[in-house]
């Protein structure tokens, strides 16, 4: 979903900017928390699709017996830790990338949005160093 942005920068005040600023941090942090769980998600999904070999089958005769107890079947292993079948698991593999894609130019133009808000916060404090505190009389 794009976001038009109909404000005009020129004519906001230095707590205009200082909200900005605030609304562009949370969004970036927010950004990041689904960046990960994306990624993860990838990882998850290439991991499914490609499961490892049974374990304990090269080591057999090598442990004591009784470590053999605490292997879980094969079978189970794989019933706990598959989300899809292996196509499933490519085409969302597929979606996944092309999310993970979008959101780093997303997160490219917020970064961007938030360095000129930034930049115009600071220059604006640089002309009026007073204007650094208007906003204790707007933030009550």
Do not use: C, K
């Not at 205009?16 to 993860?40: I, K």
Request: without cysteine; aromatic residues 4%.
């Amino acid at each position: 979903m794009a976001i038009a942005d109909t404000t005009d920068r020129s004519v906001r005040t230095v707590a205009d900017l200082r909200r900005s600023r605030r609304a562009l941090r949370a969004e970036s942090a927010q950004l990041g928390r689904w960046r990960r769980l994306v990624r993860a998600r990838m990882d998850l999904a290439l991991a499914t699709s490609m499961a490892p070999e049974p374990l304990g089958l090269e080591t057999l005769g090598l442990l004591p017996p009784h470590v053999g107890d605490d292997l879980p079947m094969y079978n189970e292993l794989l019933e706990a830790v598959q989300v899809g079948r292996g196509g499933d698991e490519v085409r969302r593999l597929e979606r996944l990338r092309d999310f993970e894609t979008r959101l780093t130019r997303y997160q490219a133009n917020v970064e961007a949005t938030l360095e000129a808000t930034t930049a115009e916060f600071v220059r604006r404090l640089s002309f009026d160093p007073g204007a650094s505190l208007e906003f204790l009389g707007n933030n009550r």
